[in-house]
Structures are given as structure tokens and as C-alpha cells.
């Protein structure tokens, strides 16, 4: 592949790059990665990938702008108001970089759908706010051999690990989901909205390595932190011979269903 | 052992580097590309650049003016 005068212009600071380079480059360009919630993770994860000139960016959301999304959203601006997310996103990835192609499933993500649409890329990115998505992307990425970064944040504090087959999942920590209303949503809880960018953004740098085969993604052990206290902390774990989906007996072969929480199929 | 030519003089920083490394990405282990760029900055930083990501400076010559010639092996 051979770069035009403005896409070398374009990707300069990473050609420089020597863990980059021509190569790298070339890699991100060539890579496909999926956005599952174009919300406070995948605002920022999906403008970081578009910049870095990702081939591919899919983006799966059934929801529309809402006036409570713009304090940590930033991919949607006030005009997009009650327009489709997944459109909303489409359009700021085109006027940032038109060498990316952004498919966009305005949909649920489920278990009727999921193996179809993650297919067809080389990593899936979770920005969802929900467990039994978080559980299903887990399930279908484990049982399809396909790489995923997790993402979570609530109140201050955030958290990520990275998925590579074969190493440890999100169940060889977390069994199951914990029974709806145990643990509050951001719409219940509340979020500083600068933390969805730190979050977001770390998920997002982690996609650029696993596509540049560089440094050591977050495997088998699970980065935190709290804003408030501003500390980041690295836990190791290891794959668990007893998890359901990867362990040495799996009883988890097919997917699972959870019922999404009310307020996330008001749509 | 091939040996390509660059000319540099044009470019400015980071650009100059970036066409460096872009030229260097075409050749095989052990070929030559010949670097035409001015003095300052380009040829203060181009030959500093390429020898901290693992390449050979070979040679630098003043050619006339302001021009050098950096021989870099890859």
C-alpha cells in the first residue's frame, strides 16, 4: 500500500513513530474494529481510532441523542438532539477522516445478532453501560476466538482489560451478571463526564497497539482507577479453570440471554 | 544491493524525517538511500533520527551550498 501526499502528512507523528512507523501504519489502516455504544466510551474511542485512520469502524447503537448524553458524549454535538447516534457518529468520523469507512447498525446488539455483525472485524471495542451486554460480548467473542477491550465507568472510577483468545475473559473474574439494580447504572449513579475521555481513549490506544503488534496490552490483568484520588492500579488475574465459558468443563456453550435493564430499551 | 535517492530540501520538519522513513520502508535489508537535504535542522536531526531507530549513517558529504548528502544503510 502506498500512502498519498496528504496521508503522509495526515499519519506523520505515527510514521516518525518507531514502534509505528510506515508498517504500523499500514496496519491500522488495514485494521477493522467494532464500537459496540457510540456513548461516553465509544465517543471518544471512535474519534481517536477515525484520526488514527483505522480502515474499518463499525458502530452498533439503537439509540438517538439525548440532551443528558452531551456532558460526556462528545461525538454528538446540541444540533444532533434526537438524531440516531450511530448517524450522529458516522457523520463526525467523515469530516475528520474520509479514508475510513464507518459501517453503522443502528440496532441492538443481541444474541440473535452478534456472531453475524462481529465477523467481520479483528476486534470488538465494549462501551456499553450495561452487564448482560458486557456478558454477551464476552460470551460471543470467547466462543468465536475473537479479541475484545472491556470498559467500564461509574461515578469516578474506570476500569479496562484487554481480551486475546486463549487468555483469561470477563467471567474468569465475574461469574455472571449481578442481579439488576445491584449495581447502579451512570443514569442512577452519575459519571464526571471528562472520566468516559480517560477511559474511552485508553480503550482506544489499546485497539492502535493490538493492531501494531507493539508493547503489552492489558491481558490478563485488569487497569483501575479513581479521579478523585487520581491512582491507577494494574490487577494481574489469570484464566480460571472453573469459568463457565472458558474454563476446563465450560457449561456455558451457547449464548445467554439477560434482560436489559427498562431504562436501556426505552427506545 | 540496491541504491535509491532522496531529495529533501524542499521539506520541513517533521516532514523531512517522515520521507526519510517512507523511502527507507521500500528497501530491502542492506540497500542504500542517498539523502539530499539542507543544513539546520535537516541535518542536525534527519541523521540523529535514523541512527536512533536502528539505521546506518554511513557517510554525511557536503555536496555545495547549503547541501548535504547522508548515506543511510537500511
Same mark, same amino acid.
Given at each position: 500500500?502506498?500512502?498519498?501526499?496528504?496521508?503522509?502528512?495526515?499519519?506523520?507523528?505515527? #510514521? +516518525?513513530?518507531?514502534?509505528?512507523?510506515?508498517?504500523?501504519?499500514?496496519?491500522?489502516?488495514?485494521? !477493522?474494529? &467494532? @464500537?459496540?455504544? /457510540?456513548?461516553?466510551?465509544?465517543?471518544?474511542?471512535?474519534?481517536?481510532?477515525?484520526?488514527?485512520?483505522?480502515?474499518?469502524?463499525?458502530?452498533?447503537?439503537?439509540?438517538?441523542?439525548?440532551?443528558?448524553?452531551?456532558?460526556?458524549?462528545?461525538?454528538?454535538?446540541?444540533?444532533?438532539?434526537?438524531?440516531?447516534?450511530?448517524?450522529?457518529?458516522?457523520?463526525?468520523?467523515?469530516?475528520?477522516?474520509?479514508?475510513?469507512?464507518?459501517?453503522?447498525?443502528?440496532?441492538?446488539?443481541?444474541?440473535?445478532?452478534?456472531?453475524? #455483525? +462481529?465477523?467481520?472485524?479483528?476486534?470488538?471495542?465494549?462501551?456499553?453501560?450495561?452487564?448482560?451486554? !458486557?456478558? &454477551? @460480548?464476552?460470551? /460471543?467473542?470467547?466462543?468465536?476466538?475473537?479479541?475484545?477491550?472491556?470498559?467500564?465507568?461509574?461515578?469516578?472510577?474506570?476500569?479496562?482489560?484487554?481480551?486475546?483468545?486463549?487468555?483469561?475473559?470477563?467471567?474468569?473474574?465475574?461469574?455472571?451478571?449481578?442481579?439488576?439494580?445491584?449495581?447502579?447504572?451512570?443514569?442512577?449513579?452519575?459519571?464526571?463526564?471528562?472520566?468516559?475521555?480517560?477511559?474511552?481513549?485508553?480503550?482506544?490506544?489499546?485497539?492502535?497497539?493490538?493492531?501494531?503488534?507493539?508493547?503489552?496490552?492489558?491481558?490478563?490483568?485488569?487497569?483501575?482507577?479513581?479521579?478523585?484520588?487520581?491512582?491507577?492500579?494494574?490487577?494481574?488475574?489469570?484464566?480460571?479453570?472453573?469459568?463457565?465459558?472458558?474454563?476446563?468443563?465450560?457449561?456455558?456453550?451457547?449464548?445467554?440471554?439477560?434482560?436489559?435493564?427498562?431504562?436501556?430499551?426505552?427506545? | 544491493?540496491?541504491?535509491?535517492?532522496?531529495?529533501?530540501?524542499?521539506?520541513?520538519?517533521?516532514?523531512?524525517?517522515?520521507?526519510?522513513?517512507?523511502?527507507?520502508?521500500?528497501?530491502?535489508?542492506?540497500?542504500?538511500?542517498?539523502?539530499?537535504?539542507?543544513?539546520?535542522?535537516?541535518?542536525?536531526?534527519?541523521?540523529?533520527?535514523?541512527?536512533?531507530?536502528?539505521?546506518?549513517?554511513?557517510?554525511?558529504?557536503?555536496?555545495?551550498?547549503?547541501?548535504?548528502?547522508?548515506?543511510?544503510?537500511?
Amino acid at each position: 500500500m502506498d500512502f498519498t501526499e496528504s496521508q503522509i502528512e495526515r499519519y506523520s507523528r505515527h #510514521i +516518525i513513530l518507531q514502534d509505528v512507523g510506515v508498517e504500523g501504519q499500514q496496519k491500522i489502516m488495514e485494521g !477493522k474494529v &467494532l @464500537i459496540v455504544g /457510540a456513548g461516553g466510551l465509544g465517543s471518544p474511542a471512535s474519534l481517536y481510532l477515525a484520526a488514527a485512520g483505522v480502515g474499518t469502524i463499525g458502530i452498533i447503537d439503537h439509540d438517538v441523542v439525548d440532551l443528558t448524553n452531551l456532558q460526556r458524549q462528545v461525538i454528538h454535538y446540541t444540533a444532533d438532539v434526537n438524531k440516531s447516534k450511530v448517524d450522529s457518529a458516522r457523520d463526525k468520523i467523515r469530516q475528520l477522516n474520509h479514508d475510513v469507512k464507518v459501517v453503522a447498525y443502528q440496532d441492538l446488539l443481541s444474541s440473535d445478532n452478534i456472531f453475524d #455483525i +462481529i465477523k467481520e472485524y479483528d476486534i470488538i471495542l465494549d462501551g456499553t453501560d450495561n452487564f448482560p451486554t !458486557k456478558f &454477551l @460480548i464476552n460470551d /460471543a467473542c470467547v466462543l468465536s476466538c475473537k479479541a475484545f477491550s472491556h470498559g467500564g465507568i461509574l461515578r469516578f472510577e474506570g476500569q479496562t482489560f484487554t481480551y486475546i483468545p486463549e487468555h483469561a475473559c470477563y467471567r474468569c473474574i465475574f461469574n455472571s451478571p449481578p442481579p439488576p439494580n445491584a449495581v447502579p447504572t451512570c443514569s442512577q449513579a452519575g459519571v464526571l463526564g471528562s472520566i468516559a475521555g480517560m477511559l474511552g481513549t485508553i480503550q482506544a490506544t489499546e485497539i492502535l497497539k493490538f493492531f501494531i503488534g507493539r508493547g503489552q496490552l492489558l491481558t490478563d490483568r485488569m487497569l483501575t482507577f479513581n479521579a478523585l484520588s487520581m491512582e491507577f492500579r494494574n490487577i494481574s488475574f489469570s484464566k480460571n479453570k472453573n469459568c463457565p465459558i472458558c474454563g476446563e468443563h465450560p457449561t456455558i456453550t451457547k449464548l445467554q440471554t439477560y434482560e436489559l435493564p427498562v431504562c436501556e430499551i426505552k427506545h | 544491493m540496491a541504491t535509491k535517492q532522496l531529495d529533501i530540501t524542499k521539506e520541513h520538519c517533521p516532514m523531512t524525517f517522515v520521507k526519510t522513513k517512507i523511502e527507507l520502508s521500500k528497501l530491502n535489508e542492506g540497500d542504500i538511500l542517498e539523502v539530499l537535504l539542507t543544513e539546520g535542522e535537516p541535518l542536525e536531526n534527519v541523521p540523529k533520527s535514523a541512527k536512533e531507530q536502528g539505521y546506518k549513517v554511513l557517510n554525511i558529504q557536503h555536496i555545495k551550498d547549503s547541501i548535504h548528502k547522508i548515506t543511510i544503510e537500511k
